[in-house]
């Protein structure tokens, strides 16, 4: 898509259900209201939970927060027929014109679920330590090659037996050098993190330098060669 | 801007469960109807489908057509004529919201897949008929085609929606739609014959439970389906 | 026009064909009857209040009217039409003394009752009829249309039982098409019985006895109509596209719908409660 006029930057935030898109959806509302223009769109399961949820947070206005519902196919809202998502999108920019960043988040589902490119022009991938300290190297499109994977409630880690350090590492092997972030809402310097990432994308989203990267379908299982990736050249 | 080839590959395109249009998200009253209690098993299913494609699928069939020859011979003007009567066809209002948000969809859709500039003048948010029966113009196709289109389109997704509400055998399902492919032809016909006639005319059949369980559903907390 | 042609020659014995017709005026700040033309079975008379009245209220300032069946029917291939005007301002209530029953004829075919209704510029339609009675084997077809004056006001009931007691109900059909100021407010045409399939599926009727509706038009409702509130598993208000609802239920029987109707009007609250 070739877009002159300039829009809002499209962030999506994917990841398996309980890992805590919600909460870090909330956060970055929290901390970034006063720099920029808002708008959210919650996917939902059942009904529309999700934006209950951050509507009774009052993290934004509740007309800036708006659900989407996917008829049990999350993954089929953000990636193969992504209409719905689109125009919830474009109505929010079009009500609330200029909005600089519109969060979308993802209806929790599994490790495969990524947002098209159609879409979104980046995307968050939210794994918890609580999900098991192995999760991160599994692997998939979403933690190899979302933006900026987030590993999340690091502060939970002594007591499920994760050793957060570990997690980071191995998904940092997994993603060829693209970032990730542990973030606790118990740790500022951490959210600092990810508001600091949020505005460089979106500063470079302004300026015409940021390019949409899918992170692509369902990956392979090749589990034997990813070694071989671990400590690839660092980009972005 | 008829097809020589009869257009069967851009009906089935049209048609087609994956049109990226956000069908999906709807199970055309089949969930409401299972909440409501009022089907339990397949034969409820049967029932369903066949009470709802001979009420609200004629109406929209209807609707699809008569929008397509209108589109077809490049005469729109009265296409807001036709939305004020599916209007006053459709009491519950949570089903006129539905059928509008799924036209919107749809424009959204085809707009991007086959551009036509019909496609603008179809007002802010126009009924999903309406827009299947212009997407079928656009497409080179009839009123009948445009029929059939919303007909399969809509019960082959509530039909869908019953695998994820319902146990049940997914060839059982398809077997009531096997059983239904008649009744869709007919019916098609119908809706493309009455299309031919003064809007005011056009079908208007009533089916109340959909209407009661439509608003039902819209608050119900816990649900799958949009609709 | 409410001055309808005289009757047609009956072309087959047993059929009967009637045509019937009322007006109202306001004359001298109350309303009044203008024309009465009753026919055969349908029978038209002056009528005092008979129970409660929406709207209304047993106001003995309006013209009330009431249709009574003169024989029973109709019956397979009886024609009847009934021709009603409300005049500019006047108030109409029109209610009937019991509930009519459709019956297959002796020499079968259809049976239909046209009803063709204007309310007219500041006028008051009252219709507060009892049930119709679908038995087995009839067919019919009612056909009602009504024009109303976009500052005009109506209320109006319909209720189809499915059978007489205990039996399956014939082929019924009943068009209601309301028209606004010329532009279309409700369409809805009910069928049941053995030609309608699906009618007593879950997308339909289901197993119910009995099914009915109040529409309620009112101009005041233009920015704010009241909102859609499903009040029972089977019964819900839902606003039109335009100023008016729909009041529907189904019920396992007539007492019973009427109950979830007379509900409905109740939440509407003044000043159509009853």
Known sequence: ?236 | MARAAGGSAALLLLADGRLPAGGYAHSGGLEPAVTAGRITDMAGVERFLIGRAETAGLTAAAFAAAACSRAARDDLSDLSGLEAELDARIPSPELRTVSRNLGRQLRRAMAGIHPHPHYATLGAAPHQPIVMGVAAAVLGLGPRDAALAILHETNSGAAAAAAKVLRVDPFEVHAILARMADRLDRLAGEAAAAAAGPACDLPAPASPLADIAAEHHRRTHVRLFAS | MYVSSPPEPVGLANRMTARAALATELSGGASRIRALRSDGPLVLRPSHPKGAEPLTHRRPDVARVSLAAGTAGPLGGDDYALSIHVGGGSTLVLQEVSAMLVLPGATGGRSRTAVDIRVESGATFVWWPEPIIAAHRCDHEHDIRIEIAPDARMILREEAILGRHGEMPGDFASRLRITRGGLPLYDQRLRFGPGAEGADGPAILGDAGAVGSVIVVDPVWVDDAPPALPFHRDAARTPLAGPAVAIAAIAADSLALRRLLSRGVQDLGAPWAA
């Open chain 1, 1 to 236: 898509m070739t877009e002159k006029t300039p829009r809002s930057l499209r962030l999506g935030v994917a990841g398996p259900v309980g890992t805590g898109k919600s909460s870090v959806i909330a956060t970055l509302c929290r901390h970034l209201r006063d720099e920029f223009a808002l708008g959210v769109i919650t996917n939902d399961i059942y009904t529309d939970e999700d934006a209950r949820f951050l509507k009774s947070a009052g993290v934004l206005p509740e007309e800036r927060i708006r659900a989407v519902e996917t008829g049990a196919c999350p993954h089929t809202a953000i990636r193969d027929d992504v209409t719905m998502n689109l125009m919830a999108v474009e109505d929010m920019e079009r009500d609330f014109a200029p909005l600089d960043i519109v969060l979308v988040e993802s209806g929790g589902d599994n490790l495969t679920a990524t947002f098209s490119p159609a879409l979104v022009d980046a995307q968050l991938f939210v794994l918890d330590v609580a999900g098991g300290g192995d999760v991160a190297r599994k692997g998939g499109p979403g933690i190899a090659r979302a933006d900026l994977l987030i590993i999340n409630k690091i502060d939970l880690g002594p007591h499920v037996d994760v050793d957060v350090a570990q997690m980071v590492a191995d998904a940092e092997g997994a993603r060829e050098g693209k970032p990730v972030l542990a973030l606790s809402r118990k740790h500022p310097d951490t959210i600092e993190k990810l508001c600091d990432w949020v505005r460089q994308l979106h500063a470079a989203h302004a300026a015409g330098h940021h390019t949409p990267v899918d992170p692509g379908p369902m990956a392979p299982h090749h589990h034997p060669h990813d070694s071989n990736h671990a400590h690839g050249h660092s980009h972005d």
